[in-house]
């Protein structure tokens, strides 16, 4: 997975600029293939789609501005990316925002304390996080690349592992690959929250932290300029190959009182991911320059965002999701059961 052909030159440069992060254009850019007379669609207004974390995973909502989809729909949005999927979903529904570019976990933990939250579009189906261990740890610790994913997991024993907040994914789901070798939060490891995906790579160039948990691109980033070791990926787990991840949020009460432009804007995301799925390469090249990652590390992990069809849900990933949370002792047994009212596909274009 390392790209042995970048200089330490340019790995300074990566890091700099992951850490730095960028600035988003809020000017929507019809894609030249488009021939809908956005003139002729009534105008929606305004609204602002909160970000758990600016991240290539939720591409398809930077996509759909950029792209046009949005304005086609009759909307103008500011996008707000957030330090965490449980900081965003809380200011949603503080009211800071009509949208959550979020995670299905904080939908399910949400709901369980009272509030109403529902994912109105899928943006991925599959949990691809990957924890990466500093190298200095791995090498302490008589690990290597070729150690059993067993053996990688049991030498964090002791470590300070990143995340971006707790009550986050990346916390549930560092919880979830430890719990497969027997470790305990907070009695084997203890997690530090960091906020951004940037902020983890940083704080293990310091040496800050031990491990952390990202996605494939800042994995590969952090593997590569810290010479660490991929100690877990996604793809080790099978419930966290079909699991809902990333979704567009809204409270229930305000997608039933504006269904409407709940239906713009989840149609926009979802053309947006179809756009990615029908043209990887030309969507590669539009969001590369937003996320500031060398082209070379979004080619090398851009298949692995499992970008859901048509904005679709399925009954299985949000199953396996409540699962997940109810090992962590997130949800309650009673409480897994009804994960169909956290999700629907009632506003995605074709569904009723």
Known sequence: MKLTAWSSMALAAVVGLTACGSTVSQTAKPSPSSSKASAAVPSLGHVTILMATYAPPYAPVFLADKLGYFKQHGLTVTIAPQQGGSTAAAALIGGSAQFDAGVASDVMVADTKGNDLTCVTAINNAIFLDLVMNGSW????GVTSQSSTSDKLKA???????????????????????????????????????????????????????????NPSDALIAENTEHGVIAAQWSDFPKLK???????????????????ITRAVAASVAEANNY????????????????????????ATWSQ???????????DSWDNMAQILAQNGELTPAQVGPASHDYTNAYLPGQS
């Open 138 to 141: 791995a090498q302490a610790h």
């Open 156 to 214: 964090l024993k002791g470590a300070k592992i990143g995340i971006t907040a707790p009550g986050s994914l990346t916390d549930f789901a560092v919880r979830y690959m430890l719990s497969q070798a027997g470790l305990k939060p907070n009695v084997d490891y203890h997690e530090v929250g960091l906020g951004s995906p940037a902020s983890n790579v940083a704080a293990m160039t310091r040496h800050a932290i031990d491990a952390a948990i990202l």
């Open 242 to 260: 079909d699991a809902a991840f990333g979704c567009l949020i809204a409270e229930q009460k305000y997608a039933q009182s504006h269904p409407q």
């Open 276 to 299: 990615i799925l029908q043209h990887p390469s030309q969507a590669l090249a539009l969001v590369a320059p937003l996320f500031k990652f060398p082209k070379a590390v979004l080619q």
């Open 305 to 315: 965002y499992n970008f859901a069809p048509n904005g679709l849900s399925t009954q």
